[in-house]
């Protein structure tokens, strides 16, 4: 999953070390848990 969302990120031109990449992750499962 991680290496998924990684070859995405390239794909999307962020930076894998962005801090705001793993909490947009954080926010979106918890809405979709929500």
């Known amino acids: 999953v991680y290496l998924a969302i990684e070859g995405l990120e390239r ?3 962020l930076d894998p070390n962005d801090p705001i990449v793993p909490f947009l992750l954080l926010v ?3 809405a979709s848990l929500g």
Do not use: D, P, Q, W
């Open 11 to 13: 794909n999307v031109g």
């Open 28 to 30: 979106g499962s918890t």
